[in-house]
């Protein structure tokens, strides 16, 4: 199973969770919770977990744990923190994969249509449809993330590169001209010198071509 998919399974899960949330008994302790729930990720990532795919995993989990139980425990598609949803959706894109935020909004999408009244007006509806239109923004600028990850890495596979060539092979050649330089006594030395730039010369120009 890939890691999209387990991924979006947790986020699918835990938005479940939060709406199943507010009607258990525990709804009165919302805030002592999400109190808890932020010193558990800090403990989390500064004792246990570096920062990696599993400590990104854990941040999105406790990030939609108190967002949506805030919306969901003030009025759900009413509540004044609605906007909420928005930044996280945002958010999951940025700090997990793209696809995230589909998952995630489709099933925010039905939790909150079967959670709606009947005969509810379009206004009523606008929260929801919302949704739909926010998600291909969070998913463009997910992407827009990996390819900026993408491109730093490739820079940086660059400079490493680069260096390498100029360490390990210009910087033989420079050898042998400083060396045939040093010693020079007749026309050995010079066609030494002259075979080295001539081979530094097309090194350069190999390199060039390459990048």
Avoid: C, W
Wanted: net charge positive.
């Amino acid at each position: 199973m890939s890691k999209e998919i387990i991924h979006a399974l947790i986020l699918i899960f835990t938005v479940v969770l939060t709406f199943i949330f507010p009607k258990t008994n525990l709804a009165q302790y919302d805030l002592q919770i999400s109190a808890l729930l932020f010193i558990l990720l800090y403990l989390t990532k500064k004792f246990i977990i570096s920062k990696n795919v599993y400590s990104r995993l854990i941040e999105s989990v406790v990030f939609t744990l108190i967002i949506m139980g805030i919306v969901n425990s003030t009025g759900g598609l009413s509540s004044p923190f609605f906007f909420l949803i928005y930044f996280l959706l945002f958010s999951l894109s940025i700090i997990l994969e793209p696809v995230i935020s589909i998952t995630t909004t489709i099933t925010l999408i039905i939790f909150f249509l079967l959670n709606l009244p009947a005969n509810q007006d379009f206004k009523t509806l606008m929260p929801i449809i919302s949704l739909a239109f926010i998600t291909p923004f969070a998913m463009f600028l997910g992407q827009e993330k990996i390819e900026a990850q993408k491109s730093n890495l490739k820079n940086q596979k660059q400079k490493e590169e680069t260096f390498l060539f100029l360490s390990l092979i210009l910087k033989n050649h420079l050898k042998n001209i400083r060396d045939a330089a040093q010693n020079f006594v007749g026309d050995h030395q010079l066609e030494i010198i002259k075979k080295s730039a001539a081979r530094m010369e097309k090194m350069i120009e190999k390199f060039e071509e390459e990048k």
